[in-house]
């Protein structure tokens, strides 16, 4: 048991003391709970009004194209696809 033991913890300690060079191992226990609630609420009052506005934009759109589908010709909007070269033999 001592056999298999010894190389584990040996490894995982050359492990943590190589990862420490790059990266701070120490674990910091400064959670603050509004801190994460406040964030959380400020995403999702940022999204509700980035929604409210793209439901106005888009009854505004739909309102422009109803009144004006009689100029909006939908087959023009798209460009024709790209010609096709020809393979050449080898």
């Known amino acids: 048991m ?3 033991a010894i190389p584990f913890i040996v490894t995982f300690v050359l ?3 190589i990862a420490s060079i790059f990266v701070n191992i120490v674990p910091s226990f400064n959670f603050k709970r509004g801190d994460r609630n406040r964030n959380h609420r400020q995403i999702i009052s940022e999204l ?3 929604n409210d506005q793209l439901r106005k ?3 505004c759109l ?3 194209t109803i009144k004006q589908t ?12 790209m010609p096709i070269e020809p393979r050449r033999n080898r």
Do not use: C, T
């Open 70 to 81: 009689d100029e909006f010709i939908f087959e023009d909007s798209v460009p024709p696809p």
């Open 15 to 17: 492990g943590l003391a």
């Open 48 to 50: 509700e009004k980035d």
């Open 62 to 64: 739909k309102n422009k």
């Open 2 to 4: 001592l056999k298999r």
């Open 57 to 59: 934009e888009n009854r």
